[in-house]
């Protein structure tokens, strides 16, 4: 079954679990996508007071919370003050994802996800991408932290981002390439030096439904899980998605470089 991500969740707004279940009749029975949440943020992050949101304040209860200009993420509230929040895509075809018996489930296939996000059940084998969050018991308030990244890689800093050929030696050389999520973007990056010279940074977004995109070494190509869509190193579309729509580039990054090392400027 293929999903039309947008057109779906918006059909599930204001819809009981019941009318959601029905919506996927002839694919998994009682399974549904979590509800849908809109919010906006503020300097990256988002804070819900949970007991405004019933199916977010019950124990096994879940939503998909929408912001704008992000990838949507399910929030998942496994049991006491623990939650956890992470894409809210399956990584198999891009169905969104419920929640079930302490795991993020697909309606569609029936793949299943660990709340850190590991795959527990086929036919999904790529783990879904994870976001920060915390959550203040006495105010009852979870915060959200889309800008969050990866301790020991380099964060943004006035809209840019260093890399020091000492620490990252592998810019040096044609074909090198560094992967990982800057503090102050709260997204995986990939930065590469290109064969003929010169440095390209991409996004890992895809842009058919949003699905994150990840690297193959063999192939020297960006691969969307979900649609099997690939790019090139600079971002452009090499096969488009497996369901005939079309799609442009992923989002790059400008990159200069100096006999220090690479910059990246985030917009």
Do not use: W
């Not at 976001?131 to 932290?145: A, G, K, M, P």
């Not at 969307?224 to 488009?240: D, I, L, N």
């Amino acid at each position: 079954m293929s999903t039309n991500r947008r057109g779906f969740l918006k059909g599930l707004v204001g819809a009981s679990a019941g009318a959601a279940a029905t919506g996927l009749a002839g694919c998994a029975p009682d399974i549904s996508p979590a509800p849908v949440l809109d919010a906006t943020e503020d300097n990256g992050r988002v804070v819900l007071t949970v007991s405004r949101y019933p199916e977010l304040a019950r124990e096994g209860g879940a939503v998909t919370l929408r912001v704008p200009d992000r990838p949507d993420v399910l929030i998942m509230h496994p049991q006491g003050t623990q939650y956890a929040v992470v894409s809210n895509l399956c990584t198999h075809r891009g169905c969104p994802l419920g929640f079930q018996e302490g795991e993020a489930i697909c309606p569609c296939h029936l793949s299943r996800f660990a709340i850190d996000g590991r795959p527990t059940h086929p036919p999904a084998t790529i783990p879904l991408t994870t976001f920060s969050s915390s959550y203040d018991s006495e105010l009852d308030e979870l915060t959200i932290n889309f800008v969050a990244g990866e301790e020991g890689f380099p964060s943004v800093v006035n809209g840019k981002i260093f890399f020091p050929f000492t620490q990252f030696p592998q810019l040096r050389t044609a074909g090198g390439v560094v992967q990982g999520t800057p503090e102050g973007y709260g997204k995986l990056i990939f930065v590469f030096a290109l064969d003929g010279g010169g440095y390209s940074a991409v996004d890992s977004i895809c842009p058919h439904q949003g699905c994150g995109v990840g690297y193959q070494e063999a192939s020297q190509l960006l691969r969307c899980p979900c649609h099997e869509a690939h790019f090139s190193r600079t971002g452009a579309v090499v096969v488009m998605p497996n369901t005939g729509d079309t799609i442009g580039p992923i989002k790059t990054f400008t990159v200069t470089s100096d006999a220090t090392g690479v910059t990246v400027a985030i917009a």
